[in-house]
Structure formats: structure tokens, C-alpha cells
């Protein structure tokens, strides 16, 4: 059914609202959603969903993507390894054994008083009425009530059990378990004896094998000293006998060399000069120009003379 309101202002200030009735729908005990039911939309902020109340600053809005917490997926793990755990104690846990051939299992009370076990449970129905503001006494302890009917037997000596024929198996099983222990006791004793030795023997094998080990170690460790010297030794020898060929090949190849140098250089100092007689260049140089001085002036002296004498000739 469609509803509409209606707001007017009067002139004066006033407003009134107005709105068409409407039958008021029946609601369903269980609330189940209606195809039918009319969506109203409210006028009122209170009501929207879009509002956010209370603190605004201490809220957290996860938004659609968000991963799931890691507290909670660790609180459901947690509770999954518990009931996992408790099912397989369930299926693990330590049951009766089966019969022997036989024989068959029965359920036995255990309880302090025995009652009668039936399918029927006997139950009765009392009514009572509890006096006002009382307190309520203290629980009385239960005692079952009793059932059944009490019987009893005689029974004479040796009807049941006779000591000498039922301890003879008893006797033999501890005598024989007794004696099997013992030789167990005796060959476990002989096999350590036995592990004893082999371990000895081995221990000895192993220790002089460790000892010849050692020995060979040292003897490898000397020789490989030895060849290191012998090595080294014989490089040395060999860079000595090639420094003395090298000293050989440089003394013949500077005597070589020398040998026409040296009359070379001796002859080019001699011509010019280097190397002179000390009496031969004091006569060139002192002797000779001083006697060609001397003849000079006697020949310039004679021919002063002639043209003297020529002159007065004349």
C-alpha cells in the first residue's frame, strides 16, 4: 500500500505534518525477510548505518581486502590441534583386551552398594510444598536403596580349590620362568664377555694401526722435508752455475771487446796528442822556436850588415 506525508508552514510561523494512514504489517515470530515487505526510508540520522557512533579516534575499519587477524587464525589453529588431539587419544586410548577362546566379558559393578540392574527404571512422582524465606538444608548423602534379595551357600573343603593340585602349574611356570631367566642372565653375561674382548681386540688393532699411521705420517714428512732441502740445494747449485757462466760469458765477451779497443784508443790519444815524449815537445815547443828566433836574428843581423857595407860602397 503506498503511504504519503505532507508538511505545510502556515503565514504565522506555524509547520504541520500530516501523513496517510497505513494498516500495521504482522510480524513474524522467526523475523524471516519478506519480498513484500515495504522498505521505509527514515528521515532520521540515528537510524543510518553510514553514521559512525561513538569514538571516532579509536576505531578500525578493516577495509574489504584486509587480511584476517592473526591472533584469531592462531586461537582457531590452537583449537583445532585440541580436538585433533582429543580424537586421537579417543581412538588411541588403552582399551580392555579381547577374551581369550572361551571365555567372554561381562559387566561387573564396582560401585560400594550392589543394586539390581534392569531395563525397567522404577520412578515415582511426589509433590511437596516448601515453607517461605526457608534455607535449604544441607544435601544428605545418597544411599542407594536396596534391591534384590539376599542368598547364601555353603561350600566344603576342597569343593572349590585344592592348594596341592592348583599351585603345582604356578610352581612350575615361576620355576621355569626363573630358570630361563637365569640362563638368559648367563648368556647375556657371556655375550658381553664376548663384546668385552672383541672390543679389547679391536681397541689394540685400532691403536697400532694409529701408531703405524703415525710412523708413516712422520717418514712422509721426512722425506718430503728431505726432497725440499734436496730440491733447494739443487736449485741453488743451479743458480750458481748459471751466475759463474754468465760471469764466464761477460769476462770472454769484455776480453773480446777490450782487445782491439784498447790499442784503438791508445793509437787515437796518440794522434792527438794525448800521449807525447817530454823531450821531443820541449824541443818543438821551447828549442825549436827559440833556435829559429836565434837564426832569424842573425840572419836579419847579417843582412843589416850587408846593406851597411853595400851602402858605404856606394
Known amino acids: 500500500m503506498a503511504s504519503s506525508s505532507h508538511g505545510h508552514k502556515h503565514s504565522n510561523g506555524l509547520y504541520t505534518f500530516s501523513s496517510r494512514p497505513r494498516p500495521v504489517e504482522s510480524s513474524s515470530k522467526c523475523r ?24 571516532t579516534y579509536a576505531q578500525h575499519i578493516l577495509p574489504t581486502t584486509a587480511q584476517p587477524d592473526p591472533a ?45 540392574l534392569s531395563d525397567h527404571i522404577v520412578s515415582t512422582h511426589a509433590e511437596c510444598q516448601t515453607d517461605a524465606f526457608l534455607d535449604k538444608p544441607s544435601t544428605p548423602l545418597f544411599i542407594p536403596a536396596k534391591s534384590g534379595k539376599d542368598v547364601g551357600t555353603q561350600i566344603e573343603e576342597g569343593e572349590l580349590f585344592d592348594f596341592d593340585r592348583e599351585v603345582q602349574p604356578v610352581l612350575e611356570v615361576l620355576v621355569g620362568k626363573t630358570v630361563e631367566q637365569a640362563l638368559l642372565e648367563v648368556m647375556e653375561e657371556e655375550e658381553l664377555a664376548c663384546l668385552k674382548a672383541q672390543q679389547r681386540a679391536f681397541e689394540e688393532l685400532r691403536h697400532n694401526e694409529l701408531a703405524e699411521v703415525e710412523r708413516l705420517q712422520e717418514q712422509e714428512r721426512r722425506h718430503s722435508e728431505e726432497k725440499e732441502r734436496r730440491v733447494a740445494q739443487q736449485k741453488e747449485v743451479l743458480k750458481k752455475e748459471r751466475e759463474t757462466a754468465e760471469k764466464i760469458a761477460a769476462r770472454a765477451y ?3 771487446y777490450l782487445a782491439d779497443l784498447i790499442p784503438a784508443v791508445f793509437t787515437s790519444l ?9 823531450v821531443e815537445k820541449d ?18 843581423k847579417r843582412y843589416i850588415a ?6 858605404k860602397r856606394l
Not at 524471516?32 to 569514538?55: C, F
Not at 796518440?270 to 817530454?278: A, I, L, T, V, W
Not at 824541443?283 to 836579419?300: H, Q, R, S
Open 254 to 256: 769484455t776480453q773480446q
Open 270 to 278: 796518440r794522434n792527438h796528442g794525448y800521449f807525447y815524449d817530454p
Open 32 to 55: 524471516e525477510p519478506s519480498s513484500e515487505r515495504t522498505q521505509y526510508n527514515y528521515g532520521n540520522i540515528m537510524y543510518d548505518r553510514r553514521v559512525v557512533r561513538g569514538n
Open 283 to 300: 824541443i818543438e815547443m821551447n828549442f825549436f822556436p827559440w833556435l829559429m828566433a836565434e837564426v832569424n836574428n842573425t840572419l836579419e
Open 306 to 311: 850587408r846593406e851597411m857595407l853595400d851602402g
Open 72 to 116: 584469531e587464525t592462531q586461537k582457531q589453529m590452537i583449537k583445532k590441534r585440541a580436538a585433533a588431539r582429543k580424537q586421537a587419544w579417543k581412538q588411541w586410548r588403552l582399551r580392555t583386551p579381547e577374551a581369550l577362546q572361551g571365555r567372554k566379558h561381562i559387566d561387573v559393578q564396582t560401585e560400594l552398594y550392589l543394586e539390581e
